[in-house]
Structure formats: structure tokens, C-alpha cells
């Protein structure tokens, strides 16, 4: 098993992202965006090249290896309607940049739905086929995450992707599917179930977001919470995942000092990087304490 995490959630610097895996002992970052000094911030396959340089060599010197890449292709941000243009240019920069890592994985998404949306139109799985086709003809595998995105409507929309993307695989969220409606179910739609959504596709799931959180209705929105402190079903998932004999990674996506995709949330630099670092201890002791209950009833 292989621990990592999304190491922009420790920091935007790229020195916060290195010290916070090293703090934690673990051998991987999954790399999405960085501030290279004298840079500007930015995904790690829009970055400049000598930006990207830079960060490749002080992964190198720091011994750390990249799992994954948490790339921005059609993810939330991006539209069915924008030109695949947009996306075809971000494989085509991300593909050699992965290549040079050694980086298994890249998470997709599948572009973001409209509001009233409950089905998938044909041109998304016309694009995320050839994406596929793409990354798996350089050998990485693409996985597809379930969020804000045609894919992450239900569990239903996800294996439907998965049937018509073939040599898709997935990366789930624990923690997603508590703020995304079921938009396989009649209106008004409901949240998500985690749990109802893992035991549906774990069967095509290669890697694993742990996130949690609780739903709060009066806000409309999430309160991000430590591991097994929500209703992402962490603790649930990650103990069938290990008895099922999952053995690949686990990343971590607190979210719990800011949300990636929502600017409006500041915290102090201090306060994100120790709220990452304690995050991923919390991870462990959760992941030593599946393991001890499982040795025991075995016994």
C-alpha cells in the first residue's frame, strides 16, 4: 500500500508540499498544483518548463516519487461546450511531464454538468474515450475521480463512463459524493450515498481520495472534517477496501483548512500545514487500527 497525498493542501510552496511528505515519513506526493519560487502558481502540467524543471529536481534530491498526477483535465472548471482543443493541449503537456516522473496515474474528471442536468451527453464520452486512448497509448493509466462532474452524478452515470470509456479506471472520493445530489434518482434529488456509491464501482477503483465531511442543509454546503469524523464513510470503505485485498494508493484531500476549488477560504499557512501533517497520522492510526481489529478476528 502506498500512503501520498495532494500535497497542495500542506501549502502552495512547493518546499511546504516536500517538508510535509517528508514529516510524514511517506514516499509519494500526488502532485496538482505548485508555487516554484519565482513562478507563478499553477496545475503541474501548466506550469513553465523551467518551472517544471526545477520542481522535478527537488523532488529528485528530496527522494521523493510522484504517484500521481491531479491534473485539471476536464475537471470542474471546464464545459462540454468548451473546444477539446483546451483539453487535448493539457494531455499533450501533461503526458512527457509523467513520463519523466515515472508518475502511474493521472486523475480525470469528465467536465461539469449543468444545473439541471441528469444525463451524459454523447460528446463526453466521445472525449474522455480519446483522452483515455491518449494516456493509455504512453502507458499511464488514467483514473476518473467521482465529483462536480458528468461521471460523479451517481454511481449509475460513473459505470456508465466506465462502460463506454474503455481502459478508464477510477479514483474515489470518500468524501465527494456527501456534497454532490444523486442525479440518478427523481427530483428533488438527494446527496449521495459513499458507501452506496463505493460498493457499485470498487471493482474498477486503482486509487483512493480520503476525504470526509458532513452535509449541512441550512448552508447548502460541507463542513470538512478529519477521517471517520463525517459522513464520507471512510473508516467503512478503507476496511472493505483491505479486506478485499486492496493494496495500491491512498491519498489524502483534508480540505479541512481550504477547499481547493473555493478561494473565499484563507487560512494561515501554519495552521494548513499542520492540519496536513495531522491529517495523514490520522489516516495511519485509522488504517493500524483496521488492520489490528482484522488480525484479531482472524485469530
Not at 67 to 73: N, P, V
Not at 188 to 206: G, I, L, S
Not at 219 to 247: F, H, M, S
Request: proline share 6%; aromatic share 10%; charged share 25%.
Amino acid at each position: 500500500m502506498i500512503l501520498t497525498g495532494i500535497a497542495d493542501e500542506a501549502g502552495a510552496a512547493l518546499d511546504a508540499q516536500i517538508n510535509a511528505t517528508r514529516q510524514l515519513g511517506w514516499q509519494y506526493v500526488e502532485m496538482r498544483t505548485v508555487q516554484v519560487p519565482g513562478f507563478p502558481k499553477g496545475n503541474f502540467h501548466d506550469i513553465p518548463d523551467k518551472a517544471f524543471d526545477l520542481a522535478a529536481g527537488r523532488l529528485r534530491e528530496a527522494g521523493l516519487g510522484v504517484y500521481c498526477f491531479g491534473s485539471a483535465i476536464a475537471n470542474w472548471s471546464k464545459k462540454i461546450a468548451d473546444p477539446f482543443q483546451i483539453t487535448l493541449d493539457e494531455v499533450q503537456r501533461c503526458i512527457p511531464r509523467m513520463n519523466r516522473l515515472g508518475a502511474k496515474f493521472v486523475r480525470i474528471m469528465s467536465f461539469k454538468p449543468g444545473d439541471a442536468e441528469d444525463a451524459t451527453p454523447p460528446e463526453v464520452f466521445r472525449r474522455v474515450g480519446e483522452v483515455t486512448r491518449m494516456f493509455r497509448d504512453a502507458g499511464i493509466q488514467p483514473v476518473h475521480e467521482n465529483c462536480m462532474n458528468y461521471g460523479g452524478m451517481s454511481w449509475r452515470h460513473a459505470l456508465e463512463l466506465l462502460e463506454k470509456c474503455p481502459g478508464l479506471q477510477w479514483v474515489f472520493d470518500t468524501g465527494n459524493p456527501v456534497f454532490n445530489p444523486d442525479r440518478s434518482k427523481p427530483k428533488p434529488w438527494p446527496r449521495q450515498d459513499a458507501w452506496e456509491f463505493w460498493e457499485h464501482v470498487r471493482d474498477h477503483v486503482v486509487h483512493i481520495h480520503v476525504k470526509d465531511a458532513t452535509y449541512v442543509p441550512a448552508k447548502n454546503n460541507c463542513d470538512y472534517q478529519y477521517p471517520g469524523k463525517g459522513q464520507g464513510r471512510v473508516r467503512d470503505i478503507l476496511k472493505d477496501a483491505l479486506a478485499r485485498g486492496y493494496d495500491a494508493g491512498i491519498s489524502i484531500e483534508p480540505h479541512v483548512a481550504v477547499v481547493f476549488h473555493d478561494a473565499s477560504v484563507k487560512a494561515d499557512e501554519k495552521v494548513v500545514f499542520d492540519s496536513y501533517v495531522r491529517y495523514g497520522r490520522e489516516l495511519e492510526k485509522m488504517l493500524a487500527d483496521i488492520k489490528a481489529e482484522s488480525a484479531i478476528y482472524r485469530r
